[in-house]
T-cell receptor, first 114, second 113 residues
Framework: EAQVTQNPRYLITVTGKKLTVTCSQN?????MSWYRQDPGLGLRQIYY???????DKGDVPEGYKVSRKEKRNFPLILESPSPNQTSLYFC?????????????FGNGTRLTVT | QQQVKQSPQSLIVQKGGISIINCAYE??????FPWYQQFPGKGPALLIA?????SEKKEGRFTISFNKSAKQFSLHIMDSQPGDSATYFC????????????FGGGTRVLVKP
């Protein structure tokens, strides 16, 4: 089954404790992206990657890191999480540029930082 | 500052009624306008999309209307069903950039039986 898999689904952590949210897709998609979803703000892009070793900032990149060492994986790293990063996070992938190909989303990771 | 403004934030409609969600944008370079549907506990999924060379696109009970001069587009759900209860997001992107979708704030739709 074609899918985007994120882990974990739920994560509670404390301020400053480094964490990684994994994302993997099995569709051989070139494009991958991370979004955060907050009430009333919709989905805001954190980082995206057009291909292996090619990443770029989205609208809200502060406090986040990503890497794209393999085509299928695109982990999101929070080096020193803070409470304002409490949110619902989605990884997404697309066959190509998003104005031509639909985004396929994972089921989300709900992060709480205390 | 949101580049795509979506309204209303929530909507309750009776089964069989029409749900209407509106979006307005500022950037005239946007040239692709998709709508995504999200069920609780799931990620969004593409529902329907339109490009500015057409004023309307219909897929089943879902219709996008596009008004380029007003910089507005809307989603109409005809004959709304309880299974349509979900959060709907409008979005926009620029073809030349093609690497980012800018989303609206979302509309939670509840269809009452």
């Amino acid at each position: 089954e074609a899918q985007v898999t994120q882990n974990p689904r739920y994560l509670i952590t404390v301020t400053g404790k480094k964490l990684t949210v994994t994302c993997s897709q099995n569709m051989n998609h070139e494009y991958m992206s991370w979004y955060r979803q907050d009430p009333g703000l919709g989905l805001r892009q954190i980082y995206y990657s057009m291909n292996v070793e090619v990443t770029d900032k989205g609208d809200v990149p502060e406090g986040y890191k990503v890497s794209r060492k393999e085509k299928r994986n695109f982990p999101l790293i929070l080096e020193s999480p803070s409470p304002n990063q409490t949110s619902l996070y989605f990884c997404a992938s697309s066959r190509g540029r998003v104005h031509r190909s639909p985004l396929h989303f994972g089921n989300g990771t709900r992060l709480t930082v205390t | 500052q949101q580049q795509v403004k979506q309204s209303p934030q929530s909507l309750i409609v009776q089964k069989g009624g029409i749900s209407i969600i509106n979006c307005a944008y500022e950037n005239t370079a946007f040239d692709y306008f998709p709508w995504y549907q999200q069920f609780p506990g799931k990620g969004p999924a593409l529902l329907i999309a339109i490009r500015p060379d057409v004023s309307e696109k219909k897929e089943g009970r879902f219709t996008i209307s596009f008004n380029k001069s007003a910089k507005q587009f809307s989603l109409h759900i005809m004959d709304s069903q309880p299974g349509d209860s979900a959060t709907y997001f409008c979005a926009a992107s620029i073809g030349a950039a093609g690497n980012k979708l800018t989303f609206g704030g979302g509309t939670r739709v509840l269809v009452k039986p």
